[in-house]
């Protein structure tokens, strides 16, 4: 059974930083083509931010978090990372972790490529 796991989330002031982790289990990495995150803000769209490949080589982070956010992953740990650094009230919202077949990023432009799903974890940005 496929299954992730996000943490780290919480309440923190903007201009902090906090690390989002991802971990996997039911699978390794390799058997998907595209780890990436989502978030999801109240009475908005769920869109994708960030994807890192299995292997690790390629990377992709949303314009609107471009310079703020890195991703990043550690493949024997089968655990994946989101680095905020520098968080604004406008990025409060769930954030998802997901696996897809898909290449990053066409992976995260859209939830249609995604195969599954993590529960969640809040986010929340104070000024």
């Known amino acids: 059974e496929v299954k992730l796991v996000e943490s780290g989330g919480g309440l923190v002031q903007a201009g902090g930083s906090l690390r989002l982790s991802c971990a996997a289990s039911?699978?390794?990495?390799?058997?998907?083509?595209?780890i990436g995150w989502f978030r999801q803000a109240p009475g908005k769209e769920r869109e994708g931010i960030s994807c890192?490949?299995?292997?690790?080589?390629?990377?992709y982070v949303a314009d609107s978090v471009k310079g703020r956010f890195t991703i990043s992953s550690d493949n024997a740990k089968n655990t994946v990372y989101l680095q905020i650094n520098s968080p604004k009230p406008e990025d409060t919202a769930v954030y998802y972790c997901?696996?897809?077949?898909?290449?990053?990023?066409?992976?995260?432009?859209?939830?249609?490529?995604?195969?599954?799903w993590g529960q969640g974890t809040q986010v929340t940005v104070s000024s």
């Open positions: 039911g699978f390794i990495f390799d058997d998907y083509a595209t």
């Open positions: 997901a696996v897809s077949p898909a290449q990053c990023p066409i992976a995260v432009h859209t939830t249609f490529f995604i195969s599954s």
């Open positions: 890192i490949s299995s292997s690790g080589d390629s990377t």
